[in-house]
């Protein structure tokens, strides 16, 4: 069984430790369980119910209104904020929820609605991203499990992969050709589908290379399909250490042509990259660069 301690519960739902009790205490909100040593745990229907709580407590809804709704009541209230609220966090609690119970309705809903509402960009950019995040912290905590992450991953892929075909016209006239790969061992590939999406609306030429591509590998389909851009992501398999000697290996390698690189692992190796290496910032960044080159 999946435990959290108070602090897990703090960071995934935004809510204070210290508030966390309080509501304890005064309304029952959470009945926390002890270990054969006497420490206190939580479970998944304690984090749905918090997440459910945080979305509809920052919507103005007092604690003292929340406990009184029953379940379904309160279920039907975060999914009109879903389908209604500004801000995003209530449709990555609600994503967040749906992940847990692998509930693909759930997740489909609230997806469908927020790409309505903001566009798919933006939804993946602003809601989908910080959802990814969120998935991450609770990788880090140790209280996923691997179904849950793979299930609701496989389906974000899905969208992308749909998004991508929908971009399938033909490419203008001086379309500029990219090659998108992820390193050997590298595997988590949403945010590269993301980007072969962006390439192919703005009507540039896309070789997917996908996960996981051996460096000879690369190098000698580079032989036989020529691209003016390569584009990767550093999310896990390469450490910080390690990035800056690929990229040095890899611009040997590649003298032509510039190299874009992204993902969480390049905070600390901005000073280390090669001459034609270009750190993206974020999709707008790039978004920016390919309208240059229209």
């Known amino acids: 069984m999946i435990r959290y301690s108070i602090n897990d519960l703090e960071k995934i739902t ?9 509501w304890e205490k005064r309304y029952n909100v959470v009945s ?22 945080s979305t509809l407590n920052k919507h103005g809804f007092k604690i003292s209104q929340i406990i009184k709704m029953d379940p379904e009541e309160v279920n039907e209230k975060v999914v009109e904020l879903s389908d209604t609220a500004k801000d995003y966090e209530s449709q ?11 509930n693909e309705n759930a997740f489909n ?22 959802f990814l995040e969120k998935i991450g912290l609770l990788w880090q905590i140790g209280t996923i499990n691997p179904a849950q992450e793979h299930f609701i991953t496989n389906l974000i892929r899905q969208k992308l992969i749909i998004a991508i075909d929908g971009q399938a016209e033909a490419p203008k006239e001086n379309a500029k050709t990219f090659l998108l790969f992820l390193p050997e061992n590298e595997l988590h590939e ?20 996908g996960q996981s591509v051996p460096f000879d590998d690369l190098i000698e389909i580079l032989k036989i399909r020529e691209a003016d851009y390569l584009f990767t992501y550093f999310v896990a398999a ?20 510039k190299i874009f690189i992204t993902g969480l692992q390049l905070k600390e190796v901005e000073d280390k990259l090669p001459q034609n290496v270009i750190k993206v ?14």
């Open 32 to 53: 926390p369980e002890r270990t054969s040593t006497n420490i206190r745990y939580y479970r998944d229907c304690d984090l749905k119910k918090l997440l459910n709580i």
């Open 14 to 22: 935004g809510i204070k430790a210290h508030t966390i009790r309080m």
């Open 92 to 102: 990555i609690n609600s994503l967040v929820v749906a992940m847990i119970e692998l």
């Open 281 to 294: 910032e974020n999709a707008d960044a790039f978004k920016e660069f390919l309208k240059e080159l229209n």
């Open 109 to 130: 809903k609230v997806l469908s609605s927020t790409i309505l509402k903001l566009g798919f960009e933006k939804t993946v950019t602003h809601v989908l991203y910080p």
């Open 190 to 209: 949403l945010g590269l589908l993301f980007y072969s999406y962006l390439i192919k609306k703005s009507g540039h030429k896309v070789i997917y290379l």
């Open 238 to 257: 390469l450490s910080q250490k390690e990035i800056p000697d690929y990229l040095k290996r890899l611009t040997k390698s590649v003298k032509k042509q």
